[in-house]
C-alpha cells in the first residue's frame, strides 16, 4: 500500500464549478498536510496546509482533514481555467520528511 | 530574495556517464531536500540535509546516487553510470526553520540516452 494514494485522475469540471481532490494516508501518527499545485512543466508550489481536523479555508480553496479517517481533502470552488494543473497532496510524520501522493490532474473547461 | 535554483536545466547525457545536478537554496534555510518526479508521477524523496545533522539518505535508490551539501547551503547530486532509468526530473527543495513550507526549484530535467 502507497504511503499517501490520490483518487485518479484526470478530473474534467466546468468553469464555476467545484472540484474536488481526494487523498488517503497510511500513517496514523502523520501531522501535517499539504496540497501543492503543479503546473505543467513547472516545479510545486504550496496551496494549502491543514494540521488539525475540520475545515480551513483560503479563498476559494477548502481544505478538509479527518485524521480518524486518514483523509484530506481539497476543495475549489468559482473553477478558473488558471486552476488547470496537477495537485500534488503531501503528508508528513516528521517535521522535515514529506511523503507526496501520485497527484490528481485538473482541467477546468471554459 | 532569490527563490531556490537549480543547474542545469537540462541535462542529456550517455547512459554510463556520471552526472552532477546543483541546488542553491534560498539563503538561510536550514534543511534542503532531492526528490526525483518521473513523467505523469508524484515527487519522489531522494534525501535530505538538515543543519549539521547526518543526512537522511533513504530515499536514494541506488549506490549510484550520493549527495552533498557544502557548507550548510549549495547541494549537488551525483549520479554514477547513469543509466536510462535515471532520466527525470530532479527537484530541490529548501525549507525555513521557522515554517514548514518547502520552496521547490525549477528543477533539472535528465535525460539518460
Known amino acids: 500500500q502507497k504511503e499517501v494514494e490520490q483518487n485518479s485522475g484526470p478530473l474534467s469540471v466546468p468553469e464555476g464549478a467545484i472540484a474536488s481532490l481526494n487523498c488517503t494516508y497510511s500513517?496514523?501518527?502523520?501531522?501535517?498536510f499539504f496540497w501543492y499545485r503543479q503546473y505543467s512543466g513547472k516545479s510545486p508550489e504550496l496551496i494549502m496546509s491543514i494540521y488539525s481536523n475540520g475545515d480551513k479555508e483560503d479563498g476559494r480553496f477548502t481544505a478538509q482533514l479527518n485524521k480518524a479517517s486518514q483523509y484530506v481533502s481539497l476543495l475549489i470552488r468559482d473553477s478558473q481555467p488558471s486552476d488547470s494543473a496537477t495537485y500534488l497532496c503531501a503528508v508528513s510524520q516528521d517535521p522535515y520528511k514529506l511523503s507526496f501522493g501520485a497527484g490528481t490532474t485538473v482541467t477546468v473547461r471554459a | 530574495g532569490a527563490g531556490v535554483s537549480q543547474s542545469p536545466s537540462n541535462k542529456v547525457t550517455e547512459k554510463g556517464k556520471d552526472v552532477e545536478l546543483r541546488c542553491d537554496p534560498i539563503?538561510?534555510?536550514?534543511?534542503l531536500y532531492w526528490y526525483r518526479q518521473s513523467l505523469g508521477q508524484g515527487l519522489e524523496f531522494l534525501i535530505y540535509?538538515?543543519?549539521?545533522?547526518?543526512?537522511?539518505k533513504s530515499g536514494l535508490p541506488s549506490d549510484r546516487f550520493s549527495a552533498e551539501r557544502t557548507g550548510g547551503s549549495v547541494s549537488t547530486l551525483t549520479i554514477q553510470r547513469t543509466q536510462q532509468e535515471d532520466s527525470a526530473v530532479y527537484l530541490c527543495a529548501s525549507l525555513s526553520g521557522s515554517t514548514d513550507t518547502q520552496y521547490f526549484g525549477p528543477g533539472t530535467r535528465l535525460t539518460v540516452l
Open positions: 539563503s538561510g534555510h536550514t534543511a
Open positions: 540535509f538538515q543543519g549539521n545533522s547526518a543526512p537522511d
Open positions: 500513517d496514523r501518527v502523520s501531522q501535517s
